[in-house]
């Protein structure tokens, strides 16, 4: 990712979804950035136990979706209905666009999805905007909003936490109108 940002040469904003959300508060934290925008991101280490790891209904679903391999790898269940609901809000995906979801789940290393929500990313030394979209819920009873806590914790003003947000909002009928937010949010 380093030689990317010097190939650049320019400061750039930096997008990071799911687990490459993780990916992109690291790269942030070391190096320098116009702006942050993590989309239904993985959490930090400091966000994930404080607000994940303790719902035992959420670990359940997704040890249920993601199936251990002999070799080492994880796949994800190709049940549509458990895609459907982990993935996307309910009415909002295609017929097409599920199934080739569907189909272009590959394998993730074990370790990869064991180790992400354990990178621990230090808030001080991101030092650029951040804006923080993602779906209500996913955290635990006592804490109910996983992207909620992620926003605080990066001392991120601007935010958009809804229901109305899935993980894969960029795949969804109404796409637009989230990439319209974030293009609001960029250039004003």
């Not at 942050?36 to 670990?59: G, H, M, V, W």
Request: proline fraction near 4%.
């Amino acid at each position: 990712m380093e030689d990317c940002l010097q190939a650049i040469g320019v400061e750039v904003i930096l997008v990071g979804h799911s687990m490459g959300g993780i990916v992109s508060q690291k790269v942030a934290e070391q190096n320098r950035i116009k702006s942050l925008i993590l989309l239904d991101s993985a959490p930090c280490r400091e966000i994930t136990e404080t607000y994940f790891q303790s719902n035992p209904k959420i670990n359940q679903m997704l040890q249920d979706l993601f199936k251990h391999q002999p070799d080492g790898t994880v796949v994800m269940g190709r049940e549509e209905e458990k895609i459907k609901k982990i993935l996307f809000e309910k009415d909002k995906v295609s017929e097409e666009i599920l199934a080739q979801t569907i189909a272009y789940l590959g394998s993730e290393s074990a370790h990869v999805i064991k180790t992400h929500p354990f990178l621990s990313v230090d808030p001080k030394k991101i030092n650029c905007p951040v804006y923080v979209m993602g779906r209500t819920g996913f955290g635990n009873e006592k804490n109910p909003n996983l992207w909620h806590a992620l926003a605080d914790y990066y001392n991120a003003d601007d935010r958009c936490i809804s229901g109305d947000i899935s993980h894969c909002m960029i795949m969804e009928n109404d796409w637009q109108e989230h990439a319209g937010l974030v293009e609001k949010w960029c250039f004003g």
